[in-house]
């Protein structure tokens, strides 16, 4: 039989009560029951009323993590559609015109591992798992399936994050990330995933050491002091936890050629830092914020102000901890940003922070990139995706495409047009609307700027890409 928990603080409150008119009563019934077995008789009486401790050995440490850890990792599978290019293409369609038949793409599906680390369903894996995916689905441990879209990836992280497309208010069990650092060489660790798409294994082994760097030809990867482990880490499990007996986020697992015995995975401390670094509102929509903030859970500290920057000039410094945003109190750093993405076009905010003993509200008036580049120069870009380059023959770089001059502006005295690919700044690459928009918002009206540009030529049934330079000055 259960005993609910008020049923047994009751029982143990009437018990004291009786114990104690016995120990202070000055009758008959006081006389034969002396003070140490007075004491004897309450204890006994108060055990009578608890549950008996659940005694089954092999509840261990480890079973009790995976227990709490397991439903938030995720079996993910993604449709990726690989292009088959034949050496001799160009010249073939020019001959054969439209009898040339294009090689068709081969589809076929990827496998890996994530966790989620959000309760409204933000998963974390590697890049690798989803960097060609046409579409991705994730399956949790208890058999729901959803689809996913990818949020944020980089290629030198090795990390991506996914957003689960659910109902609206639906939530999702998210994993704790361990403090910074909190590794203790060989202490037990477990890597949970979907090696070889089995799909919710979990293998156990020690932390064999916290600053591995694995042969560049085998991950080449901008990563340093990976974790080694002796639990096996299969393909398929890349993307997945590794945790410690707490249940926390140690790493993030990566597969890595025939491990023989050793694994690796990413350590937290870089997990943090590259979230903080690719999920901003800088990347996702062009709006310049200037700050990092500590990924993972409370409290919410700002790591680094850039300098000149939107939140420089309101006052914000390093060490300082955020509270509020917009009069909302902050659950952590995934939410953080994603209040900060949900505004939009809208760039002033109100952060309430924490400076020691001193609290204060600051309004920070974020600068749009897109919005910099087209007041400096006077056209409108859009970064360079994945299919806008397949379909212009981009393939191989990395800008901002132009899609609209204004006229009388100065990229129009330069001939700029739309169509043309910028990919350099004052000999700067230019990657994203971040890199142009710092570099032209430190330049002042009828300064010069060089631009490195990429024009589309036809040339018979195909194209001729070229490369210019031109000079701006500035408005």
Known sequence: MVVSDDKIERRKYRLVELAMEIISSRGPQRRWLSPGASTLAILSLLAATVPAAETDPRRDAGVIAVERVMPSVVNISALEIIERHDSYEAILREFWGPFYRRRQPDTQYSL???????????????????????????????GREFEAEPIVGTSFTDLALLRIIAKPGQKFTSVKFAADDDLLLGETV???????????????????????????????LDVQDWLQTDAAINPGNSGGPLINLRGELIGINVAVGQGQGIGFAIPVRRVSEALSEIYRPEIMHGNWLGIRVKSGGLPLIVTGVDATSPAERAGLRRGDQLVQLNGKSLKGFIEFNRELLKLGTTQEISLAIQRGSDHRTLTVRMISFTETIRKKLGVSVEELTQDRARRSGLLEFRGLFIIEVDRGSPAAEAKLQPGMLITAIDRDPVVNLETAGRILNRKKRAEPARLKVIVSRPYGNFTRLEEALVNIAVQ
Do not use: Q
Request: proline share 6%.
């Open 190 to 220: 477990l890597a949970l995933g979907n090696p070889f798409g089995l799909g919710g294994t979990v293998t156990k082994g020690i932390l064999s050491s916290k600053s591995r760097r694995p042969p560049t030809d085998v991950e080449p």
């Open 112 to 142: 890996g591992s994530g966790v989620v680390i959000d309760e409204e369903g933000m998963v974390l894996t590697n890049y690798h798992v989803v960097a060609r995916a046409r579409r991705i689905w994730i399956k949790l441990a208890d």
